[in-house]
């Protein structure tokens, strides 16, 4: 089975640190200089708080003192890898606290601590994960390049990184969707020589297809998610699935027009012409007319007349049904081998 889990998270624990910030400044003042004096005495209050295996947190001082942001890959951080995990964000979240606030040396009050461990910490940032296992790597690259060939014509800002990453609404505040080959980035970004397991982890994401759904503080606050205590794994799946759905992706069921009774006529017609590889914009229908044209065709067999067919005609693997694949849970070898496990 194909892991999935939550990646990047941005988290802003209350946390009175105020008397910890002079005393480091003073030590600054008296010579001491070391990164968390240097952070401390800086206008950013800003360090990085290593993690496991070269991993590391962000983390920011603000609000004078009285709160800490950080930021990370909650599994790298935890466990120095990012391709297995959990789907559960409180446990991660109390371990990343409770890592960042011995590093620092801040005690966190007994109410400051209970409100982390209720799950009262603000969530500004959540990534969403789900893999795809291939048969070969060479078919993660087709899946990605047919991919490529569809988003392209969406209602979307779509980028891609060559033919490695795609990203729809990359730079967006709201929230953003990635797709790509993990074992590129493995090898672009290696695993720490000491991490155990290593060898089976970079076996494992050979044929590994990843899609990576970034949801930002603007759209967690919309969804009435505040605090990690708001945050469920069904919703991560749900949110998730919907936006693979809304995509709109297709395969190429109709490899030649046929009349589909379920239709009216002018579907019927859009539909033929589109098979013929007319240029549907060019037919004198409006942009509205022409959009419930094709919801009602894509109800009807599954296919997006958004895509030109000339382009569906290129499609060489199943991109609807292998995204619409995606699976969620534990990987049970991973699970065997203790790579998930929390620092205690």
Not at 42 to 50: A, F, L, R
Not at 115 to 132: P, W
Not at 299 to 310: C, E, H, K, M, Q
């Amino acid at each position: 089975m194909a892991s999935s889990l939550l990646d990047t998270i941005k988290i802003v624990v209350d946390c009175d640190h105020r008397g910890w910030i002079e005393n480091n400044q003073q030590q600054h003042d008296f010579g001491v200089k070391n990164l968390i004096t240097k952070a401390t005495s800086s206008p950013y209050k800003k360090i990085n708080v290593p993690g496991a295996y070269g991993a590391r947190a962000e983390v920011k001082s603000v609000q004078n003192g009285t709160k800490l942001v950080i930021e990370c890959s909650a599994p790298k951080f935890l466990t120095g890898q990012n391709v297995f995990g959990s789907e559960k964000l409180q446990p991660q979240v109390t371990a990343i606290v409770k890592k960042v606030c011995h590093y620092l040396a801040i005690r966190l009050s007994p109410q400051e601590w209970k409100n982390v461990e209720d799950g009262f910490v603000a969530i500004h940032r959540v990534d969403v994960v789900g893999h795809l296992k291939m048969k070969k790597r060479e078919m993660v690259n087709k899946l990605l390049r047919n991919l490529k060939m569809q988003i392209m014509f969406l209602d979307k800002a779509t980028s891609n990184y060559k033919d490695q990453t795609l990203y729809i609404d990359q730079h967006s505040d709201w929230k953003s969707l990635k797709f790509y080959g993990k074992a590129a980035e493995i090898n672009f970004r290696p695993l720490d020589e000491g991490l155990p397991h290593r060898d089976f982890i970079e076996r494992y994401c050979e044929d590994l297809f990843r899609t990576e759904l970034v949801l930002r503080r603007r759209f967690l606050k919309a969804k009435g998610i505040k605090y990690v205590r708001d945050w469920a794994p069904k919703i991560g799946r749900s949110i998730l699935r919907a936006e693979i759905s809304d995509l709109s992706l297709t395969d190429v069921s109709l490899k030649q027009f046929e009349y589909q009774p379920n239709m009216g006529s002018l579907p019927n017609c859009i539909l033929a012409l589109h098979n013929a590889g007319v240029d549907l914009r060019s037919v004198g229908l409006t942009q509205r007319q022409l959009k419930a044209h094709a919801k009602t065709i894509r109800n009807a067999v599954g296919l997006n007349i958004d895509t030109p067919r000339s382009v569906q005609l290129l499609s060489d693997v199943p991109v609807r049904t292998l995204i619409h694949s995606l699976r969620f849970g534990k990987n049970r070898k991973a699970v065997e081998l203790g790579i998930t496990e929390l620092p205690s």
